[in-house]
């Protein structure tokens, strides 16, 4: 039984009903304003406040603890088995798959899920699902935003006696691990407690690195295989090549014999496509350049002695401290010299003088930075000296774009692999450059601070987005680039491609204009010469005749080099001139 009670009170409690009605308005009362009591008022100052809409805090810094995560991995063989069978055992897999054909909930439900399955095979069949559709608008306008760059995470070397990152390699599979090599590069500066080791670095962990490569001597330079993410190849300080394969450890799978390989440290490895991906080649300041397979390191397979005299003389052979190689040309390939030279060679050679095909007269100093344009293969961008230069292989002469020399000595450079346009260079003040030769020639698009100490290394993942660079105390410095400078803009490889024919024609009527003047200059002094021959001969040119002649010649080749530096004056300002109307026109199109 249900036990209630219920409380009540009476309306009258309450007080008077509500009774709300409509009715039209009422003036209760009128008040007239005084105008005796204005003399009683004070006019009061205007002040500013100050409104804080937000609530007022406390500065303070927190240090939290980072949490260091271990990867582990489970070998899972074959599952969805009963316990009572043994996956492993043929006859019991057999006997269990021929009682579940003839379950009576197997025979009904397969029906339904084949219909399931059918219907979903002949929408895929009617419709393609993957089909790229607006494929002709992929290419953006220009973005909005300026360009910039921020840093993301800086890798620091763990050991206590500094080292340079001379040497960096992205993961092939994107780009959350990085490969760095450290090595002393000054000569005889290594102390005896200085550490051979290099890192591999997950792009998210800065607090230590994912796994350590123990070299016998310490690495300048480290390459991932593109085909296999799992193996690495370095050149050492002494010379050795040697490759690892991450899944056996830390410890080098195979060396090559210190007898056959490099008599100078190797400062640039390049992997080859072939069929086997194994195959690779190496430069060094020794003069050589040596084909390896790593399935047998015993020995290199080929060998050449970059010698300008094709006599194959270490001694005479330029010092390669820079390689290049592009797979749309696999029998051709680039070296950067200690001389300042770019040798164009053939790898398909059967003599010693086709090997080298030619030479650009490149920089007054080391080419320390080689690379192909990614869009435009003949054309190609060097580092060297204070200035970085492209370069085009129909002119041997002279580049055809340069930048302005800096105060800092540039040490790396690479191009953007999604922009023909961009490329990034570094400076030993510790400074990443920025250039955008669309916009200007002379100066940076963005120049950004990344740290005190020199930059020595640069390296550009391939989707455009990121960027790492090296310094000399052996920090690796993640950085991301905004997307003004990694979306590819609107007829922006068109633009890129008719700068480039441009700037080449340019540069060949320039240059069959300086030889025409020489050989002018050289027909004269030759005539000046006979003639001052046939008056010794004859007796008749007294010293003051001499001497007149040689004031003559002397005026005359002042004048020619005043001439000459006139030409070059007005070929920066018609350049200076280009690039405003080019501006000009961009903004036009914005």
């Not at 040490?411 to 030993?428: E, G, H, Q």
Request: charged content about 30%; proline content about 4%.
């Amino acid at each position: 039984m249900e036990i209630t009670y219920v409380y009540s009170k009476k309306r009258s409690n309450f007080g008077q009903q509500c009774r709300f009605t409509d009715r039209p308005t009422e003036l209760i009362v009128d008040l007239l304003p005084d105008p005796s009591l204005a003399a009683t008022f004070i006019e009061r100052d205007a002040r500013d406040f100050a409104i804080e809409c937000s609530q007022e805090m406390s500065e303070h810094e927190v240090n939290t603890e980072r949490i260091r995560s271990v990867s582990c991995g489970i070998n899972h063989v074959e599952g969805s088995w009963p316990k009572d069978i043994d996956s492993q055992d043929m006859d019991q897999t057999t006997r269990f798959r021929k009682k579940a054909l003839k379950d009576e909930h197997y025979v009904n439900s397969m029906p339904h899920l084949c219909s399931i399955m059918r219907h979903s095979m002949e929408q895929n069949n009617a419709i393609d699902i993957y089909q790229q559709y607006f494929e002709d608008e992929e290419v953006v306008e220009a973005a909005p935003d300026q360009p910039s760059a921020r840093t993301i995470n800086v890798f620091r070397d763990p050991n206590e006696v500094k080292r340079t990152a001379t040497g960096l390699s992205w993961h092939p599979d994107g780009s959350r691990k990085l490969a760095v090599a450290y090595s002393c590069l000054e000569f005889q500066k290594a102390s005896e407690e200085m550490s051979f080791d290099s890192y591999i670095w997950d792009t998210e962990k800065c607090s230590e690195p994912e796994m350590t490569v123990k070299p016998a001597s310490p690495l300048i330079c480290l390459e991932y295989n593109p085909k296999d993410s799992h193996i690495l190849v370095g050149g050492s300080y002494n010379g050795l090549i040697a490759y690892w394969d991450t899944r056996r450890g830390s410890q080098p799978v195979e060396m090559s014999k210190l007898e056959h390989s490099h008599q100078d440290p190797v400062y640039k490895i390049i992997w080859l496509q072939s069929n086997t991906g194994t195959d690779i080649f190496s430069a060094s300041t020794d003069g050589q350049v040596l084909w390896w397979d790593i399935r047998n390191m015993a020995e290199p397979t080929e060998r050449l002695v970059l010698d300008p005299s094709n006599e194959d003389n270490l001694d005479k052979a330029f010092g390669a401290i820079s390689l290049e190689f592009d797979a749309t040309m696999p029998t051709k390939f680039m070296v950067g010299t200690e001389q300042g030279l770019v040798v164009s060679c053939n790898s398909k050679a059967k003599t010693p003088a086709e090997s080298i095909e030619c030479t650009f007269i490149g920089h007054y100093g080391a080419v320390y930075a080689l690379q192909r344009n990614p869009f435009f293969p003949k054309n190609f961008l060097t580092v060297g000296d204070w200035t970085a230069r492209i370069w085009s292989e129909d002119i041997k002469e002279s580049s055809i774009i340069s930048t302005k020399p800096e105060t800092s000595y540039l040490t790396d450079a690479c191009w953007s692999p999604v922009r023909p346009s961009v490329f990034f260079t570094v400076k030993m003040d510790g400074t990443l450059d920025v250039w955008d030769i669309l916009l200007k020639h002379n100066d940076p698009t963005l120049r950004l601070k990344v740290c005190d100490e020199a930059l020595y290394s640069l390296r550009m993942q391939d989707n455009g987005r990121f960027l790492a660079c090296g310094s000399q105390l052996g920090s690796a410095t993640l950085l991301e680039i905004s997307p003004a400078l990694c979306t590819l803009q609107r007829n922006e490889t068109g633009m890129v491609a008719s700068m480039f024919e441009r700037e080449t024609r340019r540069e060949k009527i320039l240059e069959a204009r300086r030889q025409e003047k020489r050989l002018k200059e050289l027909s004269l002094l030759e005539q000046s010469q006979d003639d001052d021959n046939n008056k010794e001969g004859d007796g008749q040119l007294s010293s003051e005749e001499l001497k007149a002649r040689a004031e003559a010649q002397f005026f005359h080749i002042l004048d020619s080099e005043i001439k000459k530096r006139e030409e070059e004056e007005e070929k920066q300002r018609m350049a200076a001139w280009r690039h405003r109307n080019k501006m000009l026109q961009v903004e036009c199109k914005a």
